[in-house]
């Protein structure tokens, strides 16, 4: 697009702003996972919405501190991070867009995502129409293994079952041999709640979950449970009619 | 106590930090709600647990820029309250406390926890002796309306029956007439999902929920539920071996 | 206080904030003393002024990074406790307050308190109705040795006499057996001017000063003095009519 | 890659760090424009220079602020892109490497590449194996009118005869009417020397330059002086063999 | 000197960085006067102190932005003073000085000053070799009017009787007339205690005190006494001889 | 100069802020010598252009991190040193002036004084009268060999024949023997294209280029040329007349 069309959009047309990382996925993965398939729903989705709605590119650079151990991990630093999102949120308020989706593939981003729409809420407190969202793609509701009973996995982990499995399907040729790989528990006894960890406190190879039986057809389930929930998510954005109360 | 009593003490010792909030709670009920409260369950755990555990006063000032519409409320600005609460934590780290817990009872301060205990456990990413969480006291997997069935509420509000019903408990003297508050339902399509909202977009009064029929009997149920949690979670805190793996 | 009693109250009511601090006050005083002392100093205040003023919960998170090397003591880093006397008294701008006053209770905020008056009012130097102030409750004029002739001290030092009377005052169980304690020597050659320290170049033990006959009847005499120059400054907050050139 | 393979590099590899933009490009070239042309530079240099050398994604977001009042740019704010561009090389001084290159495809970015370098290689100035480098493509020396005559332009300017050949060299389907392109001048009297401007001040459509006769012929010819100009940079990168003084 | 020189210095040599501010000093006063007077007092207690002590050029740019209201003024912004100040102080650390002096010119540093070597000093705590001051050329104790009986003043102003007797001292040439000035009051009813002002809340002309009756001969006086307090508080520098505590 | 003064003053005047810096200079030459240098040549401009133009006073402190390890150096952190140019502009801003340069004499000022413009007029985005604007003396054009041919060099060094030349002019009290100084390279393989540097990897003396043959009569050409482009620099600032666009 050039910026005439842009400029053409009307404002209330939602933007939806994927965002991943470039971070370690076990021996078994490359380190661009998470941004090759948070760019497999956005494609799917931003196909069935067509024109109603404004995909802006993936950033690929997201919140990876816990995995530097691991080389090859790339991270913006946690308040950089959070300065980031910031900022691609407020040029589409500066370009008038009134209605913005982060769409988060990475769990690392998951709470600087909720933090920072709760700050810039905040600092536009004085306009009425503004609709700022974050939400990861599989924390919306979507139950997998209820359509594919075959899941050994009923959450998602790193590099794991669910992550292989949709790999496998769009970009087989990027994953290592699954029998080397180990079933390695979440094992956080501080769940609910939240805990402050690094990612080799966890795991000494780099995934978590159980990858070896991952399949593609299990991939493409995935995509299509997901997928569903993102469209979803965003035909409420585009029915959305303001606030109940105005102040 | 003072201070040779406090360098008395074993560095495995959990350091528990009450963190709540002062800010609007409705026509119905005062400024200082979330602190009264979440200082009651902090009391209670304290008299379970006793001397095992450190418990740091209640920080009141909290992440509360939502309810700014209202006046009364006070509130660290969002990146203020992430400086706060690191502060809070390292204070301990550098007192050489190992395990620290931030207990929440405000909802807008659970994602700042969340991002604290995340950025703070990088920061010492070399130290593999170190558990640092955060958890909201209502949000530990107690389910007070399985216990109490004349809860009309499943999942807190603001200013609902469940806060004024802790309120009876023990500040009646400070509850309004509950027959002038109305029903205020939760309103937010966009859950699961994150939005960035203020307050007086999703109420005019300030208040969430159903507290007409709140009771002192119900409250003593949810201070017990939660108090329950918070003791649970504790323990294990205090039943940690350290890490699975250590790099 | 609800939040439509704030609402109602007249915006040239003054605002007074309590800060104080939780750190070592050597071995025979609690962390906790500065907060109970200035706690003491603005319920009495308060007692005598009734609603004409507005007081705000005290903050018993200080600057006191000097005692740090002391465990048990809490700080906020100092440029954070600047950011966080800036957001309370920015709360009470944004609630259309106008005369809002910082009373002190710790040495290590003092500075602070004066840097934070000073950045906000050019800040918000469009506006002429705006006045903020900061003051220690001790050094507003008070010379209580002229008073009670048995006080050793004629200044303020740290877990001394004066503040070791004054919690023989109001919490005689929490202060330690005084004849343990020593003569420690104020030794700063450089003053007046001022010298960046910590504490533990001034003192072994965490107190500064005379505290071997402190009294509760002493105690007394320092709250009521200091009380009364509290009182004073408030009433001139109340008496103000604002500035003499408007520019 | 998957990060043991990441790992098992040596230290001394060179990493090759390509940022670009999205930012307008006139109303006859994609917003994407810089991201796709910096791009097609590093894979031309990539395949000549092989596994010698370590490429990262590309970041497309760059500093673009002086476009903001085009839509559809997104830019981050001046401080945070030196901040992300710290992030992205600190990112690889953590895994070990030594040798770290900006290569730049946007003039917004030329002069924060710059101060990036400059900032970090103070920060480790202990480090005497280090060489941190930042270059824009365009502005190693090629000069590309003295191999094409037929080029108009002899320097880069904006959605140009330069850029616009390019893009019709690898995406022409993306280049819009060029007959309707007309010719804007620098108009920058204040050169050398900087100056702060926004587009909107020295261009009403966004391009400047003289974009009207572009050709893919042009357009392979600069693609292949400016990539044989990164080759060679990169080359001295790895002949480099440490300072002449240790210090 | 040069660098050389500066090396061989012993590194228990005082350095005193003189600090003052460009800002507006009423009608008859240049906006240079404080950093004119500070130079003066900084050169007199250069010459009796000789090589026994380091002095860096004087930093006129201060903290003044409550004179930004008239013309001419320069000012770092609050926080930035902060830094500024603190890179001086840190520039002497890293080349190992150890006994470091602010003198001061000008009342809106004095407490950005206090806030500098407070902060500095926690930073390098694990030192037990460092003496950071910071002090006010006026406010070291010196009576002028106990020396000189025709002074009118018995405390610094500004653009006052004090200041325009020292700079018809030095430079008469630059001062205006001084029949056409007022008698300004101080006229702050909150002293003691901190408020934040701005200059034209208190003067329409910009300055504060009685200059009519300055004189050349009332201002040597000031000179010298001032003169004297500095000399005498480095010569304390000089005579230091460690702390009583090293924890 | 008084604020009246000031305030007197078109706003179209230009603005002139020279900024150079305190740093090691090799063994012959002092640590003031670029400020001495840059004041020398605002000297000779402002001679020229007489009240056409306002000139501040010179700020002597820079961006000299890389020359940190020898000691003398001063030196603002890099980005404090960008919020210290923000600000010495700002200020003017603040004071109604629309066309503000900063003049520079410092090379590692030359990149912050670029980023800051870029920064100040993105800021100010929504003024078209606004004229901002940083340039270093040396690098304005001026080909000072092609004036004297004895010169040995053709671009600047530091504390070079081209320095020192300059020095010998107007303080040769200040330089010491030119016997000792040896030849030393630029030695950088890395331009076009920046490299982050120290200087201690560049030159064991301090010195980069060849003083030994440095001459009053030399540094008086070096100061005519630069003085000429400076002055041409600021007409041009005096005959803009706007923008082209307004957007």
Not at 42 to 68: I, Q, Y
Not at 104 to 123: A, D, S, Y
Not at 147 to 174: F, K
Not at 212 to 231: P, S
Request: net charge negative; hydrophobic share 40%; proline share 6%.
């Amino acid at each position: 697009m050039n910026w005439p069309a842009v400029a053409a959009l009307p404002k209330s047309t939602p933007v939806v702003i994927p965002i991943a990382a470039l971070e370690q996925h076990g021996h078994h993965m490359p380190v661009f996972t998470d941004s090759l398939l948070m760019g497999e729903v956005a494609r799917r989705a931003e196909a069935e919405l067509k024109d109603k709605v404004l995909f802006t590119p993936l950033m690929w650079l997201g919140n990876s501190e816990h995995h530097m151990d691991f080389p090859g991990t790339m991270t913006a630093a946690p308040r950089v991070y959070l300065d980031l999102l910031t900022n691609l949120i407020e040029n589409m308020i500066a370009h008038g867009f009134q209605r913005i989706l982060l769409i988060n593939g990475h769990g690392g981003n998951h709470v600087p995502g909720q933090q920072v729409v709760f700050e810039l809420r905040q600092k536009y407190r004085q306009r009425n129409d503004l609709l700022l969202l974050s939400a990861t793609y599989w924390l919306l509701g979507g139950k997998p293994n209820e359509v594919d009973s075959s899941l050994e996995q009923n959450r998602m982990g790193h590099a794991c079952e669910w992550e292989t499995s949709m790999m496998l399907r769009i970009r087989p040729d990027l994953v290592g041999d699954l029998k080397q790989t180990a079933r390695v528990e979440w094992g956080n006894p501080f769940e609910p709640g939240s805990r402050g960890w690094i990612t080799k406190e966890r795991t000494p190879t780099g995934h978590i979950g159980y990858p070896t039986n991952a399949t593609a057809e299990k991939g493409e389930t995935l995509f299509r449970v997901f997928t569903a929930d993102v469209v979803s998510y965003i035909n409420r954005m585009l029915a959305w009619d303001g606030f109940s109360w105005s102040g």
